[in-house]
T-cell receptor, first 115, second 108 residues
Framework: NAGVTQTPKFQVLKTGQSMTLQCAQD?????MYWYRQDPGMGLRLIYY???????DKGEVPNGYNVSRLNKREFSLRLESAAPSQTSVYFC??????????????FGPGTRLTVT | TQLLEQSPQFLSIQEGENLTVYCNSS?????LQWYRQEPGEGPVLLVT?????EVKKLKRLTFQFGDARKDSSLHITAAQPGDTGLYLC????????FGGGTRVLVKP
């Protein structure tokens, strides 16, 4: 099993460009998440999908959109990239949400730089 | 949204020394998870604590959950270079809220 995979691993964008980050999991998990990680700020939740067909905003959703394409795949789109979106992006999945009893499995991350 | 404060932000110690990192909030947690993240990788779960006063041990790592479920600590005994990484606590609600992390460097 590959676990959680993310593409691309690295990306450089110019301000105003758009791109989609792809995430897939092969663990048959119901829930998927997108986080961004900035120095000294831990992980901040952008969007999550509790189950196939649902998506909800997290702590920092502005400037992003998501699509839960099917149970396996959850993509994150930046419509008009800004330098403030320079960060490392992590996708994660878990069996379910709620109660904190579910382990989240993380992908290796995408390092995005916006110039 | 629960605000989680982790301290210290950075810790550098010699191999064989002990260390403790802390995770605190003004709110009560329903449960709390600790993750470790190595450079260039995603976080990996170490432990989940759910009961106030709970103590869990994972080899040289000891995790405590405060009686009031507002704080937690991670203690590493006889640290090794392999313990180097970013330690994150996450408090559970409908979704996890993470603290800012403690970066630990264990020098050989």
């Amino acid at each position: 099993n590959a676990g959680v995979t993310q593409t691309p691993k690295f990306q450089v964008l110019k301000t105003g460009q758009s791109m989609t980050l792809q995430c897939a999991q092969d663990m048959n998990h119901n829930s998927m998440y997108w986080y961004r990680q900035d120095p000294g700020m831990g992980l901040r939740l952008i969007y999550y999908s509790a189950s196939e067909g649902t998506t909800d905003k997290g702590e920092v959703p502005n400037g992003y959109n998501v699509s839960r394409l099917n149970k396996r795949e959850f993509s994150l789109r930046l419509e008009s990239a800004a330098p403030s979106q320079t960060s490392v992006y992590f996708c994660a999945s878990s069996e379910g949400v709620g109660g904190g009893l579910y382990e989240q499995y993380f992908g290796p991350g995408t390092r995005l730089t916006v110039t | 949204t629960q605000l989680l404060e982790q301290s210290p932000q950075f810790l550098s110690i010699q191999e064989g020394e002990n260390l403790t990192v802390y995770c605190n909030s003004s709110s009560v947690f329903s449960s709390l998870q600790w993750y470790r993240q190595e450079p260039g990788e995603g976080p990996v779960l170490l432990v989940t604590v759910v009961t106030g006063g709970e103590v869990k041990k994972l080899k040289r790592l000891t995790f405590q959950f405060g009686d009031a479920r507002k704080d937690s600590s991670l203690h590493i005994t006889a640290a090794q270079p392999g313990d180097t990484g970013l330690y994150l606590c996450g408090a559970a609600g409908n979704k996890l809220t993470f603290g800012g992390g403690t970066r630990v460097l264990v020098k050989p």
